[in-house]
């Protein structure tokens, strides 16, 4: 297939209904049968851990304090708002007036907080057991919310993000978050189901709450509350959420974010491992898993 043809198909095929898209996964998986064998040998090799994302929930939520990389996180997620220009921010898909990118990922080192949490090895166990493939780290990013008048719009609204079939993302609060902050809230994947089923649901589509209670009556909402500190595993694409809907007056919502994706994902290439942003970063000195989340 031409790359440009195999372009437009992906673009067009991604924001689709959910079958439309299983099938298209399916056969990208398949076109990568043998290129992905030591993805599927160390898959074999990880331990279970007490970070289980169960397949029916899609997502869960990891207390302060479990990660002892947290609190630096933290501090880093803070000097990068303080280092923050609006007038050049950093690169990225994310122009959002009320969802803010202040983090310019190429500062990572391996010494970083957020980098040493994203490849934790049971972290990284947790996240290739649930998604049944070792995936690739492709974005961190360090998201401030505020105030923005007007009625919820784009990801304020419920939507299931369109770049995979199934991914995990892992946000990390660094301020406290209570409702009037804007909390992340979610469906479960299984509910999620349900109202993609009933509203004909395409990736590219935004639905109200009312849209939601219409679909499924009055449905039970995931609030992530918490201290700073506070951690959630969430696939995105699997369950439906919003967020930042900070209220006039309350305080701003700072959080880190790490996303990875499989390679089968919408938005890599055939050779996805090409690709990856932080393949710069592996090291010899790296675990094989860690090694194959980097994309070396």
Not at 67 to 80: H, K, L, N, Q
Not at 146 to 167: I, M, R, W
Not at 199 to 227: K, N, S
Request: proline share 7%.
């Amino acid at each position: 297939m031409g790359s440009e043809l195999g372009t437009k198909l992906t673009k067009a095929v991604r924001a689709r209904g959910r079958r439309v898209r299983q099938v298209y996964h399916t056969w990208r998986r398949a076109s990568r049968f043998l290129r992905d064998a030591p993805r599927r040998s160390v898959l074999a090799t990880l331990p279970r851990t007490d970070v289980d994302i169960a397949e029916q929930a899609g997502f869960v939520r990891v207390p302060p304090g479990r990660f002892p990389e947290t609190d630096a996180i933290v501090g880093e997620a803070r000097a990068a708002l303080a280092r923050y220009d609006a007038t050049a921010p950093p690169a990225g898909k994310n122009r959002k007036r009320f969802l803010q990118n202040v983090l310019d990922p190429s500062s990572l080192t391996l010494d970083s907080a957020i980098l040493r949490l994203a490849l934790r090895e049971d972290v990284l166990s947790a996240v290739s057991r649930y998604l049944g493939v070792v995936p690739l780290l492709t974005t961190i990013s360090v998201f401030h919310s505020d105030t923005v008048g007007g009625n919820p719009t784009s990801s304020q609204l419920y939507h299931c993000d369109g770049d995979d079939v199934t991914q995990v993302k892992i946000f990390v609060y660094c301020t406290d978050v209570d409702v009037p902050s804007g909390p992340l809230t979610l469906l479960d994947a299984a509910t999620t189901c349900d109202v993609q089923r009933r509203t004909g649901y395409w990736y590219r589509h935004r639905l109200t709450d009312e849209q939601v209670r219409a679909a499924v009556g009055t449905p039970r909402e995931h609030v992530i509350l918490g201290p700073t500190g506070t951690t959630v595993f969430v696939d995105t694409s699997r369950c439906f959420h919003f967020g930042s809907r900070v209220e006039p007056g309350a305080p701003a919502r700072l959080a880190a974010m790490i996303q990875y994706q499989t390679p089968y994902s919408f938005m890599l290439p055939a050779a996805a491992e090409t690709a990856a942003p932080f393949r710069r970063l592996a090291s010899p000195s790296l675990s094989p898993l860690q090694r194959l989340v980097l994309g070396a």
